[in-house]
């Protein structure tokens, strides 16, 4: 019985295979079931936030649900990599950004995807700015005290990233070299894990998104004492910029919305269109400016050109951590 179900079986693969493949749905018709938006990070950090105000609108718009899948660790990789492998049906996108778009495929010597090729960059949303933040009760009132204190007792400061890899990290690293200062990395699995740890006294320093420390400022718990945008943020404008202060240390963690390579490009121009309605809404850019996200300085051109010029300007930067 079991030969003849296994033979029926056989004979029908032929003509099965002459069928033709069930086709991708249509723009008009996508999306046609949940759509997931993978995230590089544990909840609450800033790319989590973004997300799932996102998904938010666009299910709105839509008219299908649009669920946040966090996919953290191996700097981005592991949400990249799952991105890359899925279905370019529409169905499966990634809050794209910095680290495993720009800095990943650099910084590993075997990295699991091209950044360009291997995916279809839809809507560039925006940037957050980086910050160095120290806890209040280290009597540390601003950078150059922070320098003279790493000076004064070599390998004794620490500081937390959200990973190996992260901007966090390089930008940190790229700032000791400026310096010429020695302090303990402290990698965690997201910002989420590490801000913790800060709140609870266990390491003394961030480098970290400004967005989601903006509380821990408020609450008198943080000290910013520079930040790594060209100007002063609107959010903090009594902290001066790394380069105010001599440094020349500037870097943007961008944001947009990627799919696997080969999407259609009616479904990438309605999801785009879809993303710019929902950037405009009022009360998106209010929550965005109060999370110190900028929405006004647009990529030049295609996204996918904005992608692959990010990644030429942090190869060497990112190289440079990778030989340490």
Do not use: C
Not at 57 to 67: I, M, N
Not at 187 to 215: E, K, W
């Amino acid at each position: 019985m079991y030969r003849r179900r296994f033979l029926h079986s056989a004979l029908m693969l032929p003509l099965l295979a002459g069928l033709p493949a069930a086709a991708p749905a249509a723009a008009g018709e996508w999306p046609t079931q949940p759509v997931h938006i993978l995230v590089s990070f544990p909840p609450g950090g800033a790319s989590d936030l973004v997300a799932r105000l996102l998904a938010q609108h666009l299910s709105e718009d839509l008219g299908q649900q649009f669920v946040v899948e966090n996919k953290p660790g191996a700097a981005g990789t592991i949400a990249a990599n799952a991105l890359k492998v899925a279905p370019a049906d529409g169905h499966t996108l990634m809050l794209s950004n910095l680290t495993p778009f720009s800095i990943a495929p650099s910084l590993l010597a075997d990295a699991p995807y091209d950044p360009v090729a291997d995916f279809t960059h839809v809507s560039y949303i925006g940037g957050t700015h980086l910050g160095l933040f120290v806890r209040q009760d280290r009597n540390i009132a601003d950078l150059a005290a922070f320098v003279a204190a790493a000076k004064a007792e070599p390998g004794v400061l620490d500081y937390g990233s959200s990973g190996v890899g992260s901007w966090g990290h390089v930008v940190a690293e790229r700032f000791k070299a400026l310096a010429g200062v020695s302090i303990e990395h402290i990698p965690y699995q997201g910002s989420g894990p590490m801000v913790l740890d800060f709140r609870a006294d266990v390491i003394g320093a961030i480098f970290d998104a400004v967005p989601q420390n903006l509380p821990l400022v408020k609450e008198g718990v943080a000290v910013p004492l520079a930040v790594s945008a060209k100007e002063r943020l609107e959010t903090l404008p009594d902290v001066p910029t790394f380069k105010e202060l001599g440094y020349d240390l500037e870097a943007e963690n961008w944001l947009g919305i990627s799919a696997p390579a080969g999407l259609s490009p009616d479904i990438a121009e309605k999801l785009d269109a879809a993303v710019k309605r929902a950037l405009e809404k009022p009360e998106v850019a209010a929550r965005f400016s109060a999370w110190g996200i900028d929405v006004t300085a647009k990529a030049n051109g295609r996204f996918a050109d904005f992608v692959t010029a990010q990644y030429a300007a942090w190869k060497t930067p990112v190289e440079a951590v990778r030989g340490q």
